[in-house]
T-cell receptor
Framework: DGGITQSPKYLFRKEGQNVTLSCEQN?????MYWYRQDPGQGLRLIYY???????QKGDIAEGYSVSREKKESFPLTVTSAQKNPTAFYLC?????????????FGDGTRLSIL | AQTVTQSQPEMSVQEAETVTLSCTYD???????LFWYKQPPSRQMILVIR??????QNATENRFSVNFQKAAKSFSLKISDSQLGDAAMYFC?????????????FGKGITLSVRP
């Protein structure tokens, strides 16, 4: 079955450490997205990518970085510059712009500070 | 920029009854898409229903239907015959039809509880 796989499910970060969250999709979608979810805040867009080797900042990109070397993969790195990284992170993908097809979401990664 | 507002943080409904979740949005665009997503305790985001702004007919998916009022920029979700499995957070989301990306703008969500 096609879908989006996020790993790990839970992740802990030490002070000053960079951590990378994995997101893989086998839906052949062009576009991929990373969202952060905090209690009472809804989902906020961190980064998105419409095509391989291209990505754009979302609304809260500071302290994060991404890469899109393959169509199937869109890893998110939470850097030490992100001072409040504790949150639930969701990856999504979609066919692309101009389509009424919805975004499909992974099961998320919960990141906590040690 | 578009904004999506869900002003009710929590709602409760009796099992088998009907409940309506409110959503308003602000945009200067004439064509766009609107979605309702459900997030159960498992935290997975599940699409409930979608509406194209250029369609006047309200979307319906089994027990779920919307009341789309384009002029009022309102997009409410009606859940009929509520079931215990409907208990979850519900998010309203907006997406532009055109433009350089297909990103979603989400509301803050509403927590729905279902009383047995």
């Amino acid at each position: 079955d096609g879908g989006i796989t996020q790993s790990p499910k839970y992740l802990f970060r030490k002070e000053g450490q960079n951590v990378t969250l994995s997101c893989e999709q086998n839906l052949n979608h062009d576009a991929m997205y990373w969202y952060r979810q905090d209690p009472g805040q809804g989902l906020r867009l961190i980064y998105y990518s419409q095509i391989v080797n291209d990505f754009q900042k979302g609304d809260i990109a500071e302290g994060y970085s991404v890469s899109r070397e393959k169509k199937e993969s869109f890893p998110l790195t939470v850097t030490s510059a992100q001072k409040n990284p504790t949150a639930f992170y969701l990856c999504a993908s979609s066919i692309g712009q101009g389509s009424n097809q919805p975004q499909h979401f992974g099961d998320g990664t919960r990141l906590s500070i040690l | 920029a578009q904004t999506v507002t869900q002003s009710q943080p929590e709602m409760s409904v009796q099992e088998a009854e009907t409940v309506t979740l409110s959503c308003t949005y602000d945009t200067s665009e004439s064509d766009y898409y609107l979605f309702w997503y459900k997030q159960p305790p498992s935290r997975q985001m599940i699409l409930v229903i979608r509406q194209e702004a250029y369609k006047q007919q309200n979307a319906t998916e089994n027990r779920f239907s919307v009341n789309f009022q384009k002029a009022a920029k309102s997009f409410s979700l009606k859940i009929s015959d509520s079931q215990l499995g409907d208990a979850a957070m519900y998010f309203c989301a907006y997406r532009s039809l055109y433009g350089a990306n297909s990103k979603l703008t989400f509301g803050k969500g509403i927590t729905l509880s279902v009383r047995p």
